[in-house]
């Protein structure tokens, strides 16, 4: 299914808690654009986004903090949004 590129629950979540992106980023170990294109629903979320935000948020599934499309999807962009990838 196609990316519908509206924003994402997660952003509200982040807002609610006083977490910025970046703080969120840097505990998930991916690239703060990464991050960026996943909560405007640019871009599917990596496996470690996946793995991760559940850990951020003390256990909350991640199918609250995305659409559904956007978790049906396989993300594909480049490997330097993960680990070892340049932050911020």
Same mark, same amino acid.
């Given at each position: 299914m196609?990316?519908?590129?509206? *924003?994402?629950?997660l952003?509200r979540?982040?807002?609610?808690?006083?977490?910025k @992106?970046?703080?969120?980023?840097?505990? @998930?170990?991916?690239t703060?654009s990464h991050?960026?294109?996943? @909560?405007?629903?640019?871009?599917y979320p990596?496996?470690l986004?996946?793995? *991760?935000?559940?850990?951020?948020?003390?256990?909350?599934?991640?199918?609250i903090?995305?659409?559904?499309?956007?978790?049906?999807?396989?993300?594909?962009?480049?490997?330097?949004?993960?680990?070892g990838?340049?932050?911020?």
């Open positions: 196609p990316l519908t590129h509206r *924003k994402q629950p952003r979540l982040l807002t609610v808690h006083g977490i @992106i970046t703080e969120a980023a840097r505990f @998930i170990g991916c703060t991050l960026r294109s996943v @909560i405007s629903g640019h871009a990596s496996d986004v996946r793995e *991760k935000l559940p850990e951020l948020f003390h256990g909350l599934p991640v199918n903090m995305f659409d559904p499309e956007h978790l049906e999807g396989e993300y594909t962009g480049p490997r330097g949004a993960e680990r990838g340049r932050r911020g």
